[in-house]
């Protein structure tokens, strides 16, 4: 786990070449939690009548990966609303894991998986704010779709009233 937080705090986006993006699945979360831990969260804590959780908090964690990318304007959105860029499934993986374990408050996750959790938002927030771009995808959305220029624009900029030398006689 400690090769995870490293991967993801040092891991810089720039300068990516075109890459596949990917769609998140159970087993992609194995890889961070054992397979047996994920069965538990995913069926003994079900009542009567609900399904398996795990493809709806994989589509929320999916979501809102995209909604960081796409929040800088420099960023290309995948045209597949499910995809994300490859170097984020990481990212992705902690997050998706923390949720998943809110479903069981006796089965806490380790000190490095509830770290890995955090460089994860720091990471998005880092992406969003435009610190770090993420890869290309090879099918990119077209221009003017969710993401791609998301960033807000200034029509105009309003003359300031108040300045240093206006409030001198105060």
Same mark, same amino acid.
């Not at 998140?24 to 397979?35: D, I």
């Not at 999916?62 to 990212?91: F, H, Y």
């Given at each position: ?21 990917? /769609?998140? $699945?159970?087993?992609? !979360? ?7 831990? #994920?069965? +538990? @969260? ?46 984020? /499934?990481? $990212?992705?993986?902690? !997050? ?7 479903? #069981?408050? +006796? @089965? ?63």
């Amino acid at each position: 786990m400690n090769e995870i937080i490293y991967f993801m705090k040092n891991n810089k986006f720039e300068n990516m070449k075109v890459n596949d993006w990917v /769609q998140l $699945t159970p087993t992609h !979360l194995e890889t961070y939690l054992m397979a047996r831990q #994920i069965h +538990l @969260l995913r069926t003994v804590v079900l009542g009567a009548g609900e399904s398996d959780p795990l493809p709806k908090l994989i589509a929320d964690v999916t979501r809102r990966v995209r909604q960081a990318i796409g929040s800088n304007g420099k960023n290309r959105m995948s045209d597949d609303q499910r995809l994300i860029p490859a170097e984020l /499934q990481p $990212t992705a993986c902690a !997050l998706a894991l923390e949720a998943l374990q809110g479903r #069981i408050p +006796l @089965l806490q996750l380790s000190q490095e998986q509830r770290k890995a959790a955090d460089v994860a938002r720091e990471q998005l927030y880092a992406i969003a704010n435009g610190d770090f771009r993420v890869s290309p995808p090879r099918h990119p959305a077209e221009v003017g779709e969710y993401g791609n220029f998301s960033s807000m624009i200034h029509l105009h900029v309003r003359r300031r009233q108040v300045t240093a030398s206006a409030l001198s006689g105060l």
